[in-house]
């Protein structure tokens, strides 16, 4: 079993940056691809960013291209999503996702292929 835990989530104003993080609470993850997932009140929950557990192939949703960043940092176990310029339309419940079963090198974009799920952080952006 795999937990995740996200954290960084806050209130700030429109055009502010926010800075996520999502690490396991234990068990494996270091090697897996590591998907963000967002959901907004009365929205279905939908694809941000995903890494591969290299590091390498990252892939972003069009609307968070260019103001967003994933990354890792192997040796602290920790993902991070960099949120830049949020508009108000960002405002979401974050989630970070694994899928252990599924290659590692790929990163994968559904929600149906996740796993495991952190319990979410929440973002709000006043506009």
């Known amino acids: 079993q795999v937990h995740l835990v996200e954290s960084g989530g806050g209130l700030v104003q429109a055009g502010a940056s926010l800075s996520l993080s999502c690490a396991p609470s234990?068990?494996?993850?270091?090697?897996?691809?590591v998907t963000w997932f967002r959901q907004a009140p009365g929205k279905e929950r939908e694809f941000v960013a995903g890494i591969s557990w290299t590091g390498g192939g990252a892939r972003y949703a069009d609307y968070v291209k260019g103001r967003f960043t994933i990354s890792r940092d192997n040796a602290r176990n920790t993902v991070y999503l960099q949120m830049d310029n949020l508009k108000p339309e960002d405002a979401a419940v974050y989630y970070c996702?694994?899928?252990?079963?599924?290659?590692?090198?790929?990163?994968?974009?559904?929600?149906?292929?996740?796993?495991?799920w952190g319990q979410g952080t929440q973002v709000t952006v006043s506009s």
């Open positions: 996702a694994v899928t252990p079963r599924l290659p590692a090198g790929v990163v994968h974009t559904t929600e149906s292929e996740m796993d495991y």
């Open positions: 234990g068990g494996i993850f270091i090697s897996n691809a």
